[in-house]
């Protein structure tokens, strides 16, 4: 089985300030990674994921995250941020090979302030 | 592409009553569709997993009689709360994948549907 910890449950930030969104997971076997964000009352939008080769994997709006085996973590950063990056923000894992269920952290709420 | 909507956006039910929610995929065939259950402020958790022309498989603690999962076609899936209770109000948002090769592993998620029951 998998688990995922967001460590921040609030980030605040200040407009045009970098932020990393830290996620650590728990896996048995290989895993699959994604960045999902979510706005109020909305559903999630995929943010990036991380399937295989580069570490490093850049996604919409921005947004990159670092896979790290060793330290089983997947960082979510931005080197400048906007206020329109206010949102909840959830890290996910699936396992390879296995079904294409999602587990997911408990989220992360970024608020950028001007 | 990859496009998922759900109906209703909200709906308020009163107590014992039923209450459906569709979940469309809207421009591509819907291998596997996911349904779950988001309380405020928290994270996600899944309910069930539906494939198409097949029985839903549940999570462990979700009830399958108060649940009822209907995935009738690549392009719908229903979630009906049956007798519905206050602790039932949630957001529920419902997700699909597509099936081939190059989305493997990634799911589209609806825009989600808030249920209050009164």
């Known amino acids: 089985a998998q688990s995922v910890t967001q460590l921040d449950s609030q980030v605040p930030v200040f407009e045009e300030a970098p932020v990393e969104l830290r996620c650590n997971y728990s896996?048995?076997?290989?895993?699959?990674l994604f960045w999902y964000v979510q706005y109020p009352n909305q559903g999630l939008q995929l943010l990036l994921k991380?399937?295989?080769?580069?570490?490093l994997v850049k996604g919409i709006n921005g947004f990159e995250a670092e896979f790290n085996k060793s330290q089983t973590s997947f960082h979510l950063r931005k080197p400048s941020v906007h206020i329109s990056d206010t949102a909840e923000y959830f890290c996910?894992?699936?396992?390879?090979?296995?079904?294409?269920?999602?587990?997911f952290g408990k989220g992360t709420k970024l608020t950028v302030n001007p | 592409g990859a496009v998922v909507s759900q109906h209703p956006s909200r709906v308020i039910c009163k107590s014992g009553t039923s209450v459906k929610i569709e979940c469309r995929s809207l421009?591509?065939?819907?291998?596997?569709m996911f349904w779950y259950r988001q309380f405020p402020k928290q994270s996600l958790m899944l309910m069930a997993t539906?494939?198409?022309?097949?029985?839903?498989?549940?999570e462990q603690g979700v009830e399958k009689d108060k649940f009822l999962i209907n995935h009738a076609s690549l392009t719908l899936s229903t979630l009906t709360v049956t007798s519905a209770h206050p602790e039932d109000s949630s957001f529920y948002i419902c997700?699909?994948?597509?099936?081939?090769?190059?989305?493997?592993?990634?799911?589209?998620f609806g825009p989600g549907t808030r249920l209050t029951v009164t």
């Open positions: 896996s048995s076997v290989s895993v699959y």
């Open positions: 996910a894992v699936s396992s390879q090979g296995g079904s294409e269920k999602l587990v």
């Open positions: 997700s699909a994948t597509q099936g081939d090769r190059g989305s493997l592993y990634e799911q589209y």
């Open positions: 421009d591509f065939q819907a291998t596997t």
């Open positions: 539906s494939n198409e022309g097949s029985k839903a498989t549940y």
């Open positions: 991380y399937l295989s080769g580069s570490t």
